[in-house]
């Protein structure tokens, strides 16, 4: 039953998802695709994989409890603050900060989530704004 539940929940973000994607517009020349393209696909892959645990659940999975629901309930409370203060701060340190949270999540030492966690931020920071030329916000730290 548990993966139903999840399921539907996974199924109405998707939607949600899919909806707020599809009116994304830029101000600056994008390919043919625009810049929608990448919400709508991680939408429908997003869909299809809730409506295979809604129609195809494991049988044998329980609810989480205790220490597992923390952490559960921890990963989703630091992706929801890493969308608002994406912007506000700016790319890097937000990304950075997620990072090293759900590291540490997984069992990543402090050193390891740290290291892992900058290395990251300022690796995507450049393939996406420099290689990409898709400009990510910078934040108030850095004059934006």
Sequence with gaps: MTD????AF????AVAYGLAGRGYTSAFATGPLGPSAFPLLL??????????????????SPLPHGLALAKQAL???TLVAYA???EPI???PATAAAIVVLALQLGASRRNALILGGSISIILFGLF????GLPLPVG???GG
């Excluded at 139903?4 to 399921?7: D, L, N, S, T, Y």
């Excluded at 996974?10 to 973000?13: E, H, T």
């Design 4 to 7: 139903r539940i999840v399921g």
């Design 10 to 13: 996974l199924f109405a973000l």
């Design 129 to 132: 704004d420099w290689v990409l």
């Design 75 to 77: 990963a989703v409370i």
């Design 84 to 86: 608002f203060v994406l």
């Design 43 to 60: 939408a429908g892959f997003l869909g299809v994989t809730s409506l295979i645990l809604i129609f195809r659940p494991d049988p044998g």
């Design 140 to 142: 108030v730290l850095f």
């Design 90 to 92: 700016g790319f890097v």
